[in-house]
Nanobody
């Protein structure tokens, strides 16, 4: 089992920044690719980005590319999501997720999920 706990959400004005953290415990963190997803009310869960086990490779959808950055610190068992130039449409609950070895954009491929943290961007 891998336990994931997100933090860092909150209310921010459009154009502002937030950094989310996801602390992992349980199994060997460096064995897991990590993903970030978000879900707004009435919408499906959306891929926000992913990072490989060693942190060398990152992947983003066009909607956040150039604004969001994923990083990880395997010594601290933590993955981060730096969000800049936030827009009202970024408002959602943000989740981190862990998948053994492989990155993926599909929520179904991830085995472990955090409880989520709310991000609200005001216009």
């Amino acid at each position: 089992q891998v336990q994931l706990v997100e933090s860092g959400g909150g209310l921010v004005q459009a154009g502002g920044s937030l950094r989310l953290s996801c602390a992992a415990s349980g199994r060997t963190f460096s064995d897991y690719a990590m993903g970030w997803f978000r879900q707004a009310p009435g919408k499906e869960r959306e891929f926000v980005g992913a990072i490989s086990t060693g942190g060398v490779n990152t992947y983003y959808p066009d909607s956040v590319k150039g604004r969001f950055t994923i990083s990880r610190d395997n010594a601290k068992n933590t993955v981060y999501l730096q969000m800049n130039s936030l827009k009202p449409e970024d408002t959602a609950i943000y989740y981190c997720a862990a998948n053994y070895r492989h990155t993926s954009y599909a929520p179904r491929d991830y085995d472990y999920w955090g409880q989520g943290t709310q991000v609200t961007v005001s216009s």
